[in-house]
C-alpha cells in the first residue's frame, strides 16, 4: 500500500544547480507533508514542511511546491551544495485530532558532484 | 542543540528472547513516536504517544510491542518475544506540538539484529 510514492530512487545533480526530488501521493485525506534528509548511520532530519491550504513554503535554499489537484509536491534544492548528498524522504500525514503517524516514501539517494 | 538520545546503538539478540529499547526525547516535548525501517524498505511508523498514553498505532505494532514512558525522561519501546522479522533499525522522534511546523526530531536509531 505505497501511499506515498518517491519514484526516482536517486538524482545526481552539479553543485551550484538546482536539485528538484518529487513525490505522489494517493490519499486525498492527507493534508501536512514533510520532508526530511538522512544521513548513513543517523535518523532523518526534518528540512520542510508545507500544509495543504498552501502551494509553496520556502526556507533558505529549501522550498516546496504542492499541487493538490495533481497529488503532487516536489522540493527545490537551490543552489545544491555537496553537503546535500543524502537520502530523502517525502512524508504525509492527516492531521485531525489523534491521528499524528507520518507515512514515508521510499526516498531518493541525491547526490551533488562538485 | 537538542537531541534525541537512543540506547544502545546497536542490538543483537536470539529469536524469542525480549529487548528494550531506550529513547531520551527532547525535554519540553510532549508527543512521542517509535518508527521503523527493515533494511532497503520505507520508513514505517509503529506507535505515537501522548499524555501517557498510546494514541495511534500501527498493525505493526501488536501484542508483542508496548511502550512506557518510566520516568518522565525515558521512552521505551519492548519487544516481548524477537522475531527474525523484527531485524530493523528503530527510531525514536518526539514533537512538541501538533503544529508540525517543526516536523519531528528523530534519534539516530537502534539497529536490531535477531539471530
Known amino acids: 500500500d505505497q501511499q506515498v510514492k518517491q519514484n526516482s530512487p536517486s538524482l545526481s545533480v552539479q553543485e551550484g544547480r538546482i536539485s528538484i526530488l518529487n513525490c505522489d501521493y494517493t490519499?486525498?485525506?492527507?493534508?501536512?507533508f514533510l520532508w526530511y534528509k538522512k544521513y548513513p548511520a543517523e535518523g532523518p532530519t526534518f528540512l520542510i514542511s508545507?500544509?495543504?491550504?498552501?502551494d509553496k513554503n520556502e526556507d533558505g535554499r529549501f522550498t516546496v511546491f504542492l499541487n493538490k489537484s495533481a497529488k503532487h509536491l516536489s522540493l527545490h534544492i537551490v543552489p545544491s551544495q555537496p553537503g546535500d548528498s543524502a537520502v530523502y524522504f517525502c512524508?504525509?500525514?492527516?492531521?485531525?485530532?489523534?491521528?499524528?503517524?507520518?507515512?514515508f516514501g521510499t526516498g531518493t539517494r541525491l547526490t551533488i558532484i562538485p | 542543540e537538542p537531541e534525541v538520545t537512543q540506547t544502545p546503538s546497536h542490538q543483537v539478540t536470539q529469536m524469542g528472547q525480549e529487548v528494550i529499547l531506550r529513547c531520551v526525547p527532547i525535554?519540553?516535548?510532549?508527543?512521542f513516536y517509535w518508527y521503523r525501517q527493515i533494511l532497503g524498505q520505507k520508513v514505517e511508523f509503529l506507535v505515537s504517544?501522548?499524555?501517557?498514553?498510546?494514541?495511534?498505532k500501527s498493525e505493526i505494532f501488536d501484542d508483542q510491542f508496548s511502550v512506557e514512558r518510566p520516568d518522565g525522561s525515558n521512552f521505551t519501546l519492548k519487544i516481548r518475544s524477537t522475531k527474525l522479522e523484527d531485524s530493523a533499525m528503530y527510531f525514536c522522534?518526539?514533537?512538541?506540538?501538533?503544529?508540525?511546523?517543526?516536523?519531528?526530531?528523530f534519534g539516530s536509531g537502534t539497529r536490531l539484529t535477531v539471530v
Open positions: 512524508a504525509a500525514l492527516i492531521s485531525n485530532f489523534g491521528n499524528e503517524k507520518l507515512t
Open positions: 490519499n486525498s485525506m492527507f493534508d501536512y
Open positions: 508545507i500544509s495543504s491550504i498552501k
Open positions: 504517544f501522548y499524555n501517557n498514553e498510546i494514541s495511534e
Open positions: 525535554s519540553n516535548h510532549l508527543y
Open positions: 522522534a518526539s514533537s512538541r506540538d501538533r503544529s508540525f511546523n517543526y516536523g519531528y526530531t
